[in-house]
């Protein structure tokens, strides 16, 4: 899986000349443009929503606090308070990106065959109905993985509570979510070579290094804003259709 993931993030490299190169970056910029609009919007929103939720709980344990007057219980609740906020930070990250992913299936697919088409060495058909599957199949996978997605992570929210496990659930939490947003951007791949869902769904989990580095990546890119934000959407996808192109043969 390690080798995997290191050609995940060899991928982003590739995808970035690829990019360059072959002139893509209105199928980059523009929806990049939305995607932060969104982003930014959705974390002003979801931070707030977050903070209200942590104090609503915080407030129920305070008066028991008080009372037993226990410092370190005090710090145990507190640092609880901060995993769960990020916990529901990342939970409600994952609601609005797969449904920037509903919405953009459009454009990520297009992109994806317009990639690989490029790397053929073909001249890009527009193919309405291959279009059109790419996208009905996309946003079908993309409703299946936000199922999955949150039963894990509530189920992670409320594990949280545990001592000690509580302080890894963030970790578990974030590469469940590089798993599922990756598993989205290389299942255009695998439609496209005619792999039914079930099929995908099997290739992918025998190759989750390749889905966890490209989500990795993706969420790493946020951390650079304004510019990470607008790019990290489109190179996701480009990364993803170039990390998979080498392996048809596995198909």
Not at 197 to 223: D, P, R, V
Request: charged content about 15%; aromatic content about 18%; overall charge positive.
């Amino acid at each position: 899986m390690l080798k995997e993931i290191v050609i995940a993030f060899q991928s982003y490299i590739k995808a970035h000349s690829f990019i360059k190169t072959h002139k893509l970056w209105k199928w980059i910029i523009i929806p990049g443009i939305l995607y932060m609009a969104l982003f930014i919007f959705s974390i002003y929103f979801f931070g707030k929503t977050a903070t209200s939720t942590v104090d609503h709980f915080s407030s129920l344990l305070k008066d028991w606090v008080q009372r037993i007057d226990l410092g370190w219980v005090s710090f145990l609740i507190s640092i609880a308070g901060l995993l769960l906020w990020l916990l529901l930070m990342l939970f409600y990250f994952s609601l609005f990106k797969f449904l920037f992913l509903i919405i953009g299936s459009p454009l990520f697919a297009y992109l994806s065959e317009k990639t690989e088409s490029i790397m053929d060495g073909k001249d890009f058909p527009i193919t309405l109905g291959q279009l059109l599957k790419d996208i009905v199949r996309g946003v079908r996978l993309a409703l299946r993985n936000t199922l999955w997605q949150t039963v894990y992570t509530i189920a992670i929210i409320l594990l949280s509570f545990i001592p000690l496990f509580g302080w890894a659930a963030p970790i578990l939490s974030l590469f469940i979510e590089c798993y599922y947003y990756g598993f989205s951007m290389l299942d255009y791949s695998c439609e496209r070579n005619k792999l039914s869902t079930s099929q995908s769904i099997h290739f992918i989990s025998n190759h989750k290094g390749l889905a966890i580095g490209n989500g990795f990546i993706f969420y790493l890119m946020h951390l650079l804003p304004f510019v990470g934000w607008v790019l990290a959407p489109s190179y996701a996808v480009v990364a993803a259709t170039i990390s998979l192109y080498h392996q048809k043969e596995k198909f």
